[in-house]
């Protein structure tokens, strides 16, 4: 039983420092306001000191469970952190991606150039409709995900006058198609 717990320990430290390592590699460089790669790290290292001491503890042949379970309890504590900064990582970088192409567009908040390029979209067939945080209509997005092939960006982008344009031509397109 002493080697089983010894091992998930083990695993949990090994998974927890390639997420933060992956998490460092993506994190945002606008510091946010929930610090959670810094509740990472702490309960990380927290996590190596209690393994630490569980082994130097079993080296002079005493076996304390409390420790390992301690190391156990930060690790998890650990992991969740990073997985919670993880998904906000992944939800961050689809939102650029799916926004940089228009970016241009963005700055001017202008109408009539992105309408110029909803048109260049629809003979290309690559559509796409900006999801409002605050005013979105699901069933409609799904319609037009599923029925028309056409990508959803993110709900968690920021909203711009000229995306709003952008989603009015693609409610006026479809309008008359659903």
């Known amino acids: 039983m002493w080697i089983k ?3 998930v320990a083990l695993v949990l430290f090994i998974v927890d420092i390639l997420l933060l390592v992956v998490n460092l590699k993506y994190k ?16 990380l290292f927290l996590g190596i000191v209690s393994f630490i001491g569980y082994l130097i503890i079993v080296k002079f042949k005493k076996q304390l469970i409390i420790a390992v379970v ?3 309890i930060f690790f998890s504590l650990s992991m969740f952190f990073n997985l919670r900064l993880a998904k906000d990582n992944y939800d961050r970088i689809q939102c650029n991606r799916g926004i940089s192409e228009y970016s241009k567009y963005f700055e001017f908040d202008s109408c009539e150039k992105i309408k110029k390029r909803f048109e260049e979209d629809l003979v290309n067939g690559e559509l796409k409709y900006f999801q409002d945080e605050y005013a979105s209509d699901l069933e409609f997005e799904e319609r037009l995900r599923d029925k028309h ?9 920021t909203q711009f006058t000229s995306m709003e344009c952008y989603n009015d031509l ?8 659903m």
Do not use: N, Q, R, T
């Open 170 to 177: 693609v409610k006026e397109l479809f309008k008359e198609k």
């Open 70 to 72: 301690m190391a156990i």
């Open 149 to 157: 092939d056409i990508e959803l960006i993110g709900i968690s982008c």
């Open 28 to 43: 945002d460089e606008i510091p946010s306001i929930i610090p959670d790669l810094d509740y990472a790290k702490l309960f």
């Open 5 to 7: 717990i010894k091992h």
